[in-house]
């Protein structure tokens, strides 16, 4: 059964969330952290038998693949379905981000290290196996500023950016072997560590602009999520589906 999942920054925020909704409908988890080791072993003591929790640098290949080995040693197999969920250490507050005359190149970097970098060096240690069973899911977590930036993070968009271009690419790869990629982007969501210093009239803001009148909700994205992870999205690759209740139209 293709029931175990790696969700890479899964310790808080949107990634704890994944998890929950992944361990509610019935699969087994494993649970990438980095720094987050206290928030990481309080959701796994929350979430049961069904996870575990292992400490990886995403960005570092050689800590991926030991953390693979640890994975395959505890749930005796490889995951199946990869969500890439990880990202450097971010707060959503349009009154501090970087403008374009003043963003460095080495903060851009930072992005791209975990979510460009890491998200490969996850994949392409996971194709083996998938290619071997003739299956995969992976999914990647991006966002609707690459559509519409609204507030121009440049460097967390930059790299979301890069990595909507690695979902396409390696769909064409991958597709013959029984593998699909996909992206999931939201748009501010409510509540993540993320967009907590987002003051709430940002929240109403955006409420009244979107066609559904609400905030999507950290659930409201994970149920998505798990749609390309089942049997029924099986037909669908290099695609991105936008969650911000018709917020952005792709």
């Known amino acids: 059964m293709n029931d175990l999942v790696l969700i890479s920054g899964s310790g808080r925020g949107l990634g704890s969330s994944i998890a929950k909704s992944f361990v509610k409908n019935g699969y087994r988890v494993a649970i990438n952290y980095h720094e987050s080791k206290s928030k990481a072993e309080a959701l796994a003591s929350e979430l049961g038998e069904k996870v575990e ?43 501090d981000r970087k403008l374009a005359d003043e ?8 992005h791209m290290n975990v979510t460009l970098k890491g998200s490969l060096n ?24 690459v559509q519409n930036p609204v507030v121009p993070y440049h460097d967390y968009t930059i790299a979301k950016a890069a990595l909507l271009g690695l979902t396409r690419t390696f769909a064409k790869d991958l597709g013959p072997s ?21 003051p709430d009239f940002v929240f109403d803001a955006i409420a009244e602009m979107t066609p559904l009148q609400k905030v999507t909700t950290t659930e409201d994205f994970s149920d998505a999520v798990l749609f390309f992870a089942s049997d029924q999205s099986r037909s669908i690759t290099g695609q991105n589906l936008t969650v911000d209740g018709g917020l952005t139209f792709n």
């Open 53 to 95: 929790i292992f400490k990886a640098d995403i960005s570092d290949k050689s800590q991926v693949d030991e953390m693979l080995n640890q994975i395959h040693k505890k749930f005796n197999k490889l995951p199946s379905i990869l969500v890439n969920n990880a990202m450097t250490k971010y707060v959503f507050n349009g009154d």
């Open 103 to 110: 963003i460095t190149w080495e903060e851009i970097s930072d």
């Open 178 to 198: 029984g593998i699909t990629v996909n992206m999931v982007s939201g748009g501010l969501l409510k509540i993540t560590d993320a967009s907590a210093a987002t």
């Open 122 to 145: 996850l994949i392409q240690s996971l194709i083996p196996s998938m290619k071997e069973s003739s299956y995969g899911r992976i999914i990647n977590i991006g966002t609707n500023l």
